[in-house]
């Protein structure tokens, strides 16, 4: 805690001591933002009087030209507009050389296409490229909406049709949210964004100074020399960076704050009313996983670059990587209770746009709280590694025993392939959307996950038969095989019921579910293909070959563990999260303990090919089946566990496999 | 028992290069040095010099091999071995925009020293080295030679019985390498392990006890200076080393078919 707290001082003391630093990252912000809002409230107010002062030039032609002057004559705002002498002039021209803002073209009533070619037409030319050209038209066109109405109303009265909007009913809308509520929703679209560009500008002024900057000046080796931990160097650092962040965040709210209540600058007046002290508390609570996951990521970069220069070259993608999923919050149709909630940042970022909207759906929250942090503290743990890594203070890779393929290397970087295709998977699935169709989507899926498999087999320079276990089983896992899918749907519904009252299902899932598995005209056979054989096949391959094959530096338990959380993961659906992930344990296990993929793709097959087929059937299943699946589970366990097979050395079997 | 305070035995370190593939820059290398002894690693440009020093520092991790300081192995407690270790190079560099007396400080707190304990060290060491008129000012402001002292004091700022010197006096004028070796020897004779690594042979005749002659990531010969000139019948180190380094390179040409 001494070191800890002496490295964090240490670090602010620099900053502290850096009057540039200092200016750039406080001072410069806090007169430039203020600048920035007035420069743009007092061109917004000129626009306006510019266009409320001026006068609109206009031409019009054509045989009903006529009617378009008395309809104006009539309009009461007949005075903003002048009509030119248009008999010398081409009217297309003299808008393109911006003579007028616009010109209208009469047509005569039946010699037009207009939808009823009974009455004249009136057509106005304008340019959007102009701010006079689209207001002036957009003026002029209310001014002959409003005078035809008139007159029409005023026709129909003389004729004893006493019309007014009062005979045909009146229109009103009331809106229920309170002021504080919309303004909520409003500031929760984009308050995550600045606020996360606040925290990255801030926190960039200490992490590229931090441990690039450190490699550079050389003071990153005397501190690896002293018998402090990495893990407490890295805390120190994230600290600090996480510290200053805040600090700079806070003066610059504050500071904007301070010109509001100078009169310097306006704020839109409901904010005060929204921003109460509690939700306030609340807020910065929401922002802190943020800040730290801010804090660990510039860290991280810092501590990959080589220098100081390198580091601020690497923020701008960092910057936009950040900042991309706080927009999640702009989206008009996003919400915490889906697959977003996974997705760090974004997921607090619609929190708070729900909390300021007045709603506090907490589970969710809490979840992306957790998220959010979890995923600080990896990038933190990452750091440390690279703190670890020898090129840091060496320019040479030392890497004896490692090339850069082989078994031990893809094992390095297995969890990163799959962050990639994760990602893949995840911007493919919201580009597609629900209607794209269920062939196009698990097409789509099995073959980035194939071609991913082959890629890597082949990057790695990898076997096939050793990486994926494609070797063939002791006889009596297929008993334990049959023995067991069957007995884990049952089970699976049963625990579905059981935990249904604890978290359920919102309706709306369950249906989206049914309606993309089930087109209606989809025959049987290809249902089964498509639902039972090919995700067996090709996820199993995937997840239970390769993926547990480069999880292989880690204990069984872990192993079984990790691919099944990524399995869940990678079904993109927070409510299937539970049941893949649980299922993806028991095939983890299958593959361990029997040696071979074959009996899991049975297994998943089976499993799959009851829940498309007899989906009904085993609902609410009854004790007595519970019971028995129980025992049928068990007996298939250990079935699998009597006979199973010592792991071979994939290392050694890879690498024969490899020279021949 | 009589505990070595550094030990180290088959040492090895290997790195990966794109087109040479496998390549080690330190190959088996085993010496030890007791108490009160300064132990020089003498070697021309890349002969592993540091990378040898880097494995006794934990910095880098070995291919092969063990290394102890008093009595940790680096690579089950490396926190135990830094502990006990104070390492000096032209890399190891200052935070320029502290004064010399929060250098000390923080440096003897993260060392593992408590607050007062540090406080305490920190007067001593600014009294030993002469600083007290410059404590409170930044280093960025100090002289070279001034920096080098606090480099120096910040090396033992938490007494550590083993320090290691990589090549320190690159870069530094004759005064002030001389008044750095003054600090070394008195180090020594305060009963500090040393080990201390240069290509510069009077350097090497003048501080060290005893001299281990690195070449190719090898040691080729260890032992006090008259050890050498004993076995080579040479009188001056530079011609010693010569005719060592020279040996090795004529055996490796004929050794080739």
Redesign the interface.
């Not at chain 1, 080796?221 to 931990?229: F, I, K, M």
């Not at chain 2, 890399?91 to 502290?98: D, E, I, K, V």
């Not at chain 2, 707190?109 to 593992?112: K, P, Y």
């Given at each position: 805690m001494?070191?800890l707290r002496?490295?964090v001082a240490?670090e602010l003391?620099?900053l502290l001591?850096?009057p540039r630093a200092l200016f750039a990252a406080v001072a410069l912000p806090a007169l430039v933002w203020p600048l920035m809002l007035l420069i743009s409230q007092f061109v917004t107010s000129q626009q306006e009087e510019r266009l409320e002062a001026a006068k609109y030039l206009f031409l019009v032609d054509g045989p009903s030209a006529s009617i378009a002057r008395e309809l104006l004559a009539a309009a009461p705002n007949h005075d903003d507009f002048d009509e030119l002498d248009g008999s010398q002039r081409d009217a297309a021209r003299a808008l393109a050389d911006g003579e007028i803002q616009f010109w209208v073209s009469s047509l005569a009533a039946g010699g037009n296409e207009a939808s009823d070619p009974s009455l004249p037409l009136f057509r106005v030319y304008f340019r959007a490229d102009r701010d006079l050209s689209r207001e002036g038209s957009e003026r002029f066109r209310r001014a002959l909406v409003e005078s035809r109405n008139e007159i029409r109303e005023n026709l129909l009265a003389e004729r004893g049709f006493p019309t007014t909007l009062s005979a045909t009913g009146l229109i009103e809308t009331r809106d229920l949210a309170s002021a504080a509520e919309s303004m909520g929703l409003q500031l929760g679209r984009f308050i995550s964004t600045i606020l996360v560009s606040l925290l990255m500008v801030g926190g960039s002024v200490v992490a590229s100074d931090s441990l690039a900057g450190e490699k550079e000046?050389?003071?990153l080796?005397?501190?690896?020399?002293?018998?402090?931990?990495r893990t407490t160097l890295v805390g120190a650092k994230q600290l600090s960076i996480f510290i200053v962040a805040i600090s700079i965040t806070v003066v610059q709210l504050f500071s904007l704050w301070l010109y509001q209540a100078l009169g310097v600058i306006s704020l839109p007046g409901d904010l005060a009313s929204t921003l109460t002290s509690g939700r306030i508390a609340l807020l910065l609570l929401l922002y802190l996983p943020v800040a730290a996951l801010i804090a660990s990521a510039l860290l991280l970069t810092s501590a990959y670059a080589k220098s100081y220069k390198e580091a601020q070259l690497f923020y701008f993608p960092v910057f936009v990587l950040a900042l991309a999923p706080t927009l999640a919050a702009a989206l008009p149709a996003a919400s915490l209770r889906s697959i977003l909630v996974l997705v760090p940042i974004a997921n607090l970022s619609l929190a708070v746009k729900e909390v300021l909207a007045g709603g506090l759906d907490l589970p969710f929250v809490v979840a992306s709280w957790v998220v959010t942090a979890g995923a600080a503290t990896w990038l933190a743990a990452l750091s440390v590694r690279l703190l670890g890594r020898?090129s840091l203070?060496?320019s040479?890779?030392?890497?004896?025993?490692?090339?850069p393929t082989g078994p031990n290397r893809f094992r390095r970087d297995i969890l990163r392939w799959t962050g990639v295709i994760w990602a893949i998977l995840l911007t493919a699935s919201f580009l597609m959307g629900a209607d794209a169709g269920l062939i196009t989507q698990l097409s789509f899926n099995f073959s980035v996950l194939i071609a991913a498999t082959l890629f890597l087999l082949h990057r790695y320079r990898l076997g096939p038969r050793a990486t994926l276990r494609l070797r063939l089983p002791k006889p009596s896992s297929w008993t334990a095989v049959l023995l067991g899918a069957p007995s884990g749907v049952v089970l699976a519904a049963g625990l579905v019921q059981g935990t249904s009252p604890f978290l359920p299902i919102p309706e709306e899932a369950l249906v989206q579910l049914q309606s993309t598995l089930f087109p209606p005209d989809t025959p049987a056979w290809r249902l089964f293909l498509l639902l039972a054989v090919l995700p067996a096949v090709v996820e199993e391959i995937f997840f239970r070959g390769l993926l547990l094959s480069g999880l292989g530096a880690r204990t069984p338990a872990q192993r079984i563990l990790l691919s099944a959380l990524l399995f869940g993961l990678f079904h993109m659906s927070f409510f299937r999260f539970l049941p893949t992930a649980g299922l993806g344990v028991l095939l983890a296990f299958v593959v361990l303990v029997s040696g071979s993929l074959f009996p899991a793709v049975l297994w998943h097959a089976i499993h799959n090919g009851i829940g498309v087929f007899a989906a009904e059937g085993i609902e609410d299943p009854s004790g007595r089946a519970l019971v028995l699946a129980t025992l049928g589970m068990a007996g298939a366990l250990l079935l699998l566990w009597k006979g199973r097979v010592r792991e071979e050395e994939p290392r050694a079997s890879a690498s024969s496999e490899t020279i021949s | 028992m009589n505990l070595l305070p550094v030990q180290v035995e088959g040492l090895s370190?290997?790195?990966?290069?794109r087109s040479r593939g496998?390549i080690a820059a330190v190959d088996e290398v085993t010496f030890s040095c007791s108490g009160g002894e300064i132990f020089g690693l003498l070697g021309a440009n890349g002969a592993g010099k540091t990378t040898t020093l880097?494995m006794l520092?934990?910095?880098?991790?070995p291919?092969s091999g063990t290394a102890k300081l008093m009595g940790h192995d680096v690579c089950q407690e490396p926190?135990?071995v830094?502990?006990n270790?104070g390492?000096y190079?032209v890399?190891?560099?200052?935070?320029?925009?502290?004064t010399a007396r929060?250098t000390l400080?923080?440096?003897a707190?993260?060392?593992?020293l408590?607050?007062t304990r540090a406080e305490s060290r920190c007067a001593e060491l600014i009294a030993r080295f002469g600083l007290a008129d410059y404590a409170d000012v930044?280093i960025e402001q100090l002289s070279t030679g001034m920096k080098q002292k606090v480099s120096i004091a910040?090396t033992i700022a938490?007494d550590p019985p083993v320090l290691i010197f990589d090549e320190p006096t690159i870069g530094l004028d004759v005064l002030n390498s001389i008044e750095l070796q003054k600090v070394i020897a008195e180090l020594r004779d305060e009963g500090k392990t040393v080990v201390f690594s240069t290509h510069i042979m009077s350097e090497a005749e003048r501080l060290c006890d005893r001299i281990a002659i690195i070449h190719l990531g090898q040691i080729h010969a260890c032992d006090t200076l008259e050890g050498l000139r004993e076995s080579t019948g040479l009188h001056y180190l530079e011609d010693i080393f010569v005719q060592i380094v020279q040996g090795i390179e004529s055996d490796s040409v004929k050794a080739q078919p």
């Open positions: 001494t070191v002496a490295l240490c003391r620099q001591r850096s000046r050389g003071t080796e005397t501190l690896l020399t002293t018998a402090v931990s020898e203070i060496t040479v890779e030392f890497e004896p025993e490692q090339g | 370190k290997a790195f990966w290069d496998r880097r520092s934990t910095v880098l991790a291919s926190q135990e830094r502990r270790l390492f190079s890399s190891t560099a200052l935070y320029p925009r502290l929060e400080r923080l440096f707190v993260v060392n593992g408590s607050e930044r910040r938490h």
